[in-house]
């Protein structure tokens, strides 16, 4: 996949194949705009379809991770130097506008977290408001800085959590919590988070990026087939009966099980070794 600056993030891959969007415009907190939502859809297409990436995580600049869009410049800041795809009209004008640019445009940035094979980790370094909440909500892992604050405050504009808040913060915490931090507005800090449901770790600011990237290089180094099938396995448990859930999960199971990683698996049980995964992906390069 293409590396380097796009419009509003960096991208860079480590070893063993981490895929790192960092957001760079820490002046604006790195707050979104319809051309950078844009080229995230694109970079996070071509994510999925390289092998060399196995997990990708987000981050930002500064004080914030993303603290939400833009109101003063969303449609109007210009791509970057180096845009992944061509400008477009971005909607909001008209109501049918507002209806096609959050389908198109907006929502669909959390929809293409989500439907990413690769885990994704969300590095919360800062303030995670509105558009950034609900990015990191659509993440496999969040893990906060201690200084971070979360939340919707949508109602604060009259806006709603148009891009899928609602529902990725519901199936965080529950209803009864979710009505109360969505309608009373609420931004709490990363303690208060990880207590409600929506974090899986807070560490010390200076530990984050270490953390993350000790997160990041234990799931690449994990049996990446396997991994990404019980992704998709666990997410459909959510809306599936059991049968339905056994059904489906039969069916995976019936690609890992002779995937040579179970082979490896086994023999490094029998021979009391630590196991080497994914061959298959060095084969590859």
Not at 7 to 28: A, K, L, M, S, Y
Not at 54 to 66: K, P, Q, S
Not at 236 to 262: G, N, R, V, W, Y
């Given at each position: 996949?293409?590396?380097?600056s796009?419009?509003?993030?960096?991208?860079r891959?480590?070893?063993?194949?981490?895929?790192?969007?960092?957001?760079?415009?820490?002046?604006?907190?790195?707050?979104?705009?319809?051309?950078?939502?844009?080229d995230?859809?694109e970079?996070?297409?071509q994510?999925?379809?390289?092998?060399?990436?196995?997990v990708?995580?987000?981050?930002?600049e500064?004080r914030?991770f993303?603290?939400?869009d833009?109101?003063?410049g969303?449609?109007?800041r210009?791509q970057?130097?180096?845009?992944?795809v061509p400008?477009?009209?971005?909607?909001?004008?008209?109501?049918?506008?507002?209806y096609?640019g959050?389908?198109?445009?907006?929502?669909?940035?959390?929809r293409k977290?989500?439907?990413?094979?690769?885990l994704?980790?969300?590095?919360?370094?800062g303030?995670?408001?509105?558009?950034?909440?609900?990015?990191?909500?659509?993440?496999?892992?969040?893990?906060?800085?201690?200084?971070?604050?979360l939340g919707?405050?949508?109602?604060?504009?009259?806006?709603?959590?148009?891009?899928?808040?609602?529902?990725l913060?519901?199936?965080?915490?529950?209803?009864?919590?979710?009505?109360?931090f969505l309608?009373?507005k609420?931004?709490?800090d990363a303690d208060?988070?990880?207590?409600l449901g929506m974090?899986n770790?807070?560490?010390?600011?200076?530990?984050l990026?270490?953390?993350?990237?000790?997160?990041?290089?234990d799931?690449?180094?994990?049996?990446?087939?396997?991994m990404r099938l019980?992704k998709?396995?666990?997410?459909?448990?959510?809306e599936?009966?059991?049968?339905?859930?056994?059904?489906?999960i039969?069916?995976?199971?019936?690609?890992?099980?002779?995937?040579?990683d179970?082979?490896?698996g086994?023999?490094?049980?029998?021979e009391?070794r630590e196991?080497?995964?994914?061959a298959?992906?060095?084969?590859?390069?």
């Amino acid at each position: 996949m293409d590396t380097g600056s796009y419009t509003g993030f960096d991208i860079r891959i480590t070893e063993p194949g981490i895929c790192w969007f960092e957001f760079n415009e820490p002046e604006r907190l790195n707050g979104m705009s319809a051309a950078k939502k844009r080229d995230m859809v694109e970079a996070l297409t071509q994510a999925q379809m390289d092998n060399a990436v196995r997990v990708v995580v987000f981050i930002g600049e500064g004080r914030g991770f993303c603290a939400g869009d833009d109101l003063k410049g969303y449609n109007s800041r210009p791509q970057g130097d180096n845009p992944l795809v061509p400008p477009i009209d971005h909607g909001h004008d008209s109501p049918i506008g507002t209806y096609n640019g959050l389908r198109t445009i907006s929502q669909a940035v959390n929809r293409k977290i989500r439907e990413l094979d690769k885990l994704s980790i969300a590095a919360i370094n800062g303030y995670a408001i509105q558009t950034g909440l609900s990015l990191a909500l659509a993440c496999d892992f969040k893990i906060a800085a201690s200084s971070a604050k979360l939340g919707s405050a949508t109602l604060r504009f009259g806006l709603l959590p148009d891009e899928g808040g609602q529902y990725l913060v519901l199936q965080h915490i529950g209803l009864a919590k979710t009505m109360d931090f969505l309608m009373n507005k609420r931004i709490v800090d990363a303690d208060e988070a990880l207590e409600l449901g929506m974090l899986n770790e807070v560490v010390a600011d200076e530990e984050l990026r270490d953390r993350v990237n000790s997160l990041a290089t234990d799931l690449a180094n994990g049996p990446q087939v396997s991994m990404r099938l019980l992704k998709r396995s666990v997410y459909m448990a959510a809306e599936l009966s059991f049968d339905q859930a056994c059904d489906e999960i039969a069916s995976k199971t019936a690609i890992s099980d002779h995937h040579p990683d179970a082979q490896e698996g086994g023999a490094s049980f029998r021979e009391r070794r630590e196991p080497i995964f994914n061959a298959w992906l060095h084969q590859d390069k």
